[in-house]
């Protein structure tokens, strides 16, 4: 099976840009979940998607969007960028969002902000 | 203060076991987890123990977990070069979906 995919692995913007992120869960898998990843403050939690709809949402600005797809393909968006938002953003889906179920992580998309 | 609390650095040598420790705080944690990460990747689940359980093995891990102390730990047997990775740890709160994650703990080993 392949495994949580995570497009593109790298991107750098400028200031004031927008970008999209995409992320293409396991197969058969539902839930699809979204962290930002700095060394300052570690793994936090961005937003939590299953079936088309948000279900849990961290604290961040509401710049940082994101949306499911039927297929459960998900992707976020970080609108007006500011240098704060370069992170590695990570991925991550389950099966169902169950207690037992244990997300499984992409790569990560590593946004550089200029 | 943290949720999770993990040391940040492990320094072993090649050969020895590893053991690293996480505290947690949610008494109604149900699900306790531990990540690998290496340079450059996401996450690698390593394994998992639900709350009612005090240990579990997978070949060369062993987690620990005591609830009494919230405390949760993670050793490698025959710790190999290839084990050097930043370890997470992560809990899933009672009625929710959401793990939360430690810091990381940067294991080296030495060869």
């Known amino acids: 099976k392949a495994g949580v995919t995570q497009t593109p692995r790298y991107l750098i913007k400028t200031r004031g840009q927008q970008v999209t992120l995409s992320c293409s869960p396991i197969s058969g898998h539902r839930s699809v979940s979204w962290y930002q990843q700095t060394p300052g403050q570690g793994l936090q939690f961005l937003f939590e998607y299953f079936s088309e709809t948000q279900r849990n949402k961290g604290n961040f600005p509401g710049r940082f969007s994101g949306r499911q797809f039927s297929n459960s393909r998900s992707e976020m968006n970080v609108s007006t960028l500011e240098l704060g938002d370069s992170a590695l953003y990570l991925c991550a889906s389950s099966g169902t969002p169950q207690e037992d179920s244990p997300l499984h992580f992409g790569n990560g998309t590593r946004l550089t902000v200029t | 203060g943290e949720d999770v609390e993990q040391s940040l650095f492990l320094s072993v040598r090649e050969g020895d076991s590893s053991v690293i420790n996480c505290t947690y705080t949610d008494s109604s944690s149900t699900y306790l987890y531990w990540y690998k990460q290496e340079p450059g990747a996401g996450l690698q689940l390593l394994t998992y123990i639900f709350s009612n359980m005090d240990m579990k093995q997978d070949q060369r891990l062993t987690v620990l977990l005591n609830k009494k102390d919230k405390h949760l730990s993670l050793r490698i047997a025959d710790t190999q070069t290839g084990d050097s990775a930043i370890y997470f740890c992560?809990?899933?709160?009672?009625?929710?979906?959401?793990?939360?994650f430690g810091r990381g703990t940067s294991l080296i080993v030495h060869p």
């Open positions: 992560a809990e899933r709160p009672g009625g929710s979906y959401i793990p939360t």
